[in-house]
């Protein structure tokens, strides 16, 4: 409708000038004003209409039969036969194949036809004050009505043509797009719902897609990796862009540690491969990964009990086979020295004798706690109570000097399953070694509380200590049998700890920084407390 106004104001007023200033048609110009305001009235029924009426094909048919009408009332009033403006018929041909098809194309040339051939007739006939053109022969009418009529109908072939092409490319474009845009939500589903980081970077090193799983294991949102990914990865992937020559056989796959979002550390399994396009070329690189922080850890839990298992092995045969004749000589060397009146140098050896013999007997005890089997018996402990006794008691040994304080932060209701007499044993080795590694003065705190989110099955026990730490270098030695830094030590009281642990179904990590202080965190499958816990003063304490 926008189009026929612009270009019925076009030509209206270019006639209405040419005939008030030069009168080129035979007629009175105030015609022209008439047709004017009928086609603009016209115009406005139907953009009232276009807005209210439901069947719009219907109203397009109206409208396209509408404007031959006009065309064939101009063309009459411009001497019909003589006129000109018979080549808006093709237009609004055209427009009708357009809108409506090809249907549309040739009912508008078939109703183009019959008014302009009608028009044709009672102009040569003189009927109805159509005056006869003086330029044209009978024969000469009937030609120009058949080219005009075979050029509507072949200008209504063509633009119908064209049109139901378009009809077709824009349906198949349609279901082309749908197609990709359900590909699509595929794609993003399959993207948010795997559990593997997946990441996308193009040849010059820029992030263009990071799934959810990327941003669950590493903390960072899309827009902050896209700008420092390099300092996330760190230089291991960067290396990839260099040696891309590597990934065209087959995935590469290695493994690398990051610092989360959270400042925690993780070790990433990654697979690299090629990001390529329809032709084979390549576009970018894929990267995959996964958080094989714990897996690491199991595996070197595995290897560490693996370790153990061979030392325990061996426990229980030296235990026997040395236990009975260090009994026997600690005997007889304690009923010479009752017997001899040692003096001196004499009697300083004999306590250097009898004192190292105990130590002897210290160490095969400590293989037997070691060496010896699981314990079956197993009863739920109320672990505040089990805490608090045990610090009782370390406070009134002669191992509790002054300067140092201990705190106790265990959360209520919490309670584990196990040997009461063996779970006291591992907090009071802990508590020896935090009080060992402090000098002048300082703190230990005994923490428990349940484990968070995908921890939520685990009460997380922490012993931490404001002492002189551990060496980076002995981190992974400290659980190993006979692995000591003191020189009295023998090694195997955090080994006992493990293997305790261990055998309640939990696990024991630890975490220091020289100087200033070490974390050893337990992790016990949670249970609990629903009744007020009972005390368990009663149970008696192993000695040492």
């Known amino acids: 409708m926008l189009g026929r106004l612009v270009l019925a104001t076009f030509l209206l007023g270019s ?23 009928a086609v603009y009235t016209i115009t406005g029924i139907h953009w009232y209409l276009i807005k209210r009426f439901t069947n719009l094909p219907v109203l397009a048919y109206i409208q396209v039969s509408g404007d031959i009408a006009l065309i064939t009332w101009l063309v009459s009033l411009t001497g019909g036969i003589d006129s000109g403006f018979s080549l808006l018929y093709h237009v609004t041909i055209i427009a009708a194949s357009i809108i409506l098809y090809r249907r549309g194309g040739y009912l508008s040339a078939s109703l183009a036809s019959i008014l302009y051939g009608s028009m044709l007739d009672m102009q040569y006939y003189n009927i109805l004050g159509f005056t006869r053109s003086q330029n044209f022969t009978p024969f000469q009418v009937l030609y120009l009505l058949f080219v005009n009529i075979l050029s509507f109908y072949l200008v209504a072939l063509l633009s119908s043509y064209l049109s139901e092409r378009l009809r077709k490319t824009r349906q198949e474009l349609q279901e082309k797009s749908m197609d990709f845009d ?12 795997v559990g593997s980081g997946i990441v996308t970077m193009n040849m010059t090193g820029d992030i263009t897609s990071w799934n959810n ?48 979002r959270d400042g925690n550390n993780a070790i990433l399994g990654f697979t690299a491969s090629l990001l390529k396009d329809d032709r084979d070329d390549v576009r970018g690189i894929i990267l995959t990964f996964q958080d094989i922080t714990r897996l690491i850890e199991m595996e070197d839990q595995m290897r560490r009990q693996e370790r153990l298992a061979t030392v325990g092995s061996l426990a229980a045969g030296i235990a026997h086979e040395i ?22 140098d004499q009697k300083h050896l004999m306590d250097i004798v009898l004192r190292e013999t105990d130590r002897l007997n210290t160490i095969i005890t400590e293989f037997l706690d070691y060496a010896r089997p699981r314990s079956n018996q197993r009863e739920r402990l109320a672990l505040d109570a089990v805490v608090n006794e045990t610090i009782e008691l370390f406070k009134n040994s002669r191992i509790f000097r002054a300067g140092i304080s201990i705190r106790c932060e265990v959360a209520p209701n919490l309670a584990v399953t196990g040997d009461p007499q063996r779970l006291r044993q591992v907090f009071w080795n802990l508590l020896i070694n935090a009080a060992q590694a402090i000098n002048d003065g300082g703190s230990i705190v005994l923490s428990a509380a349940p484990g968070i989110d995908d921890r939520s099955d685990e009460v997380i026990i922490c012993v931490s200590d404001t002492g ?16 000591t830094t003191k020189t009295d030590g023998t090694g195997l009281g955090l080994a006992i700890v493990y293997r305790i642990i261990e055998d309640l179904g939990g696990s024991i990590d630890v975490k220091s920084e020289p100087g200033k202080g070490t974390i050893f965190t337990i992790r016990l499958p949670f249970e609990e407390v629903l009744a007020p816990a009972a005390s368990n003063a009663g149970l008696p304490f192993p000695g040492r």
């Open 15 to 37: 006639l209405v000038f040419f005939q008030y200033r030069y009168r080129i048609y035979h007629f009175p110009a105030v015609y022209l004003v008439y047709f004017s305001i």
């Open 182 to 193: 359900d590909l699509r939500v595929i794609q993003d589903h399959i993207l948010r719902s």
């Open 213 to 260: 799983a990327a941003e669950m294991i590493t903390g960072y949102r899309f827009e902050e990796a896209r700008d420092k990914w390099k300092s996330i990865f760190g230089d291991g992937i960067k290396g990839l862009f260099g040696h891309t020559d590597d990934l065209k056989g087959r995935p590469v796959r290695f493994e690398g540690q990051i610092v989360k």
């Open 323 to 344: 236990r009975n004749p260090l009994a026997s000589l600690s005997g007889s060397i304690q009923m010479l020295q009752e017997e001899l009146d040692l003096k001196g």
């Open 468 to 483: 002189i730490g551990i060496a980076n270098e002995h981190l992974e030695n400290i659980f190993d049998p006979f692995f």
